[in-house]
């Protein structure tokens, strides 16, 4: 990689409280992974290191939007997979729904997104352009859905992509190496620390 940190974005996908924290809904339906947990002091390392550059740290919050009832709006297939979800899950400006505590002081943009790719419905292309963004690097949960999703969004609008492989986690380890496999077609597969290096 020889971009410059300037033009570089590190999108962190969905490292939310509710998804992690002891206390959210995840951990609540018997859901949550032990490896996404370990992610957040990882990743946070990165978004230091690409802002000392001059460098951008996105973030995609997931998202439950209340109906006129109140009642999240969920789609069919997340009802079924994770039954467990309620009112008050993932709703905007909740704590739930919130960065982890962790990445909060280093994000610089968040936007609120409803499917699997943190471009799908937001404004993060716009922000990116904007930004003189030119290359991205994402990390996030879960491998083989939010960030290979995002991965493949960012790819089909020409930016040149990075995978970070230890900054990413799915509920399952052979899950993960296959996701990591598959996003090596069109993206550029490395550590979180050899990315650091790559920036000095």
Known sequence: ????PKKIALIIVDLQND???PEGAYARGGAASAAAREL???????ARALKAGGGLVAASQFTLWPDAQDEPMISPHLKA???????GD????STGQANVAELQPLIDVSVCKVAY???FNTQLDWVLRHAGIDTVAVCGIVT???VASTVRDAHMREYHTIVLSDGCAA???DVHATALTDMGTIAQVMRCEEFIQSLS
């Open 171 to 173: 509920f399952k380890p």
């Open 19 to 21: 998804f992690l924290a």
């Open 1 to 4: 990689m020889n971009a410059s």
């Open 144 to 146: 083989n859905g939010g």
């Open 40 to 46: 957040p002091g990882r990743v946070a390392g990165v």
């Open 117 to 119: 790719s943190a471009f």
């Open 90 to 93: 993932f709703a905007p400006g």
């Open 81 to 87: 997979l994770r039954p467990f979800l309620r009112r």
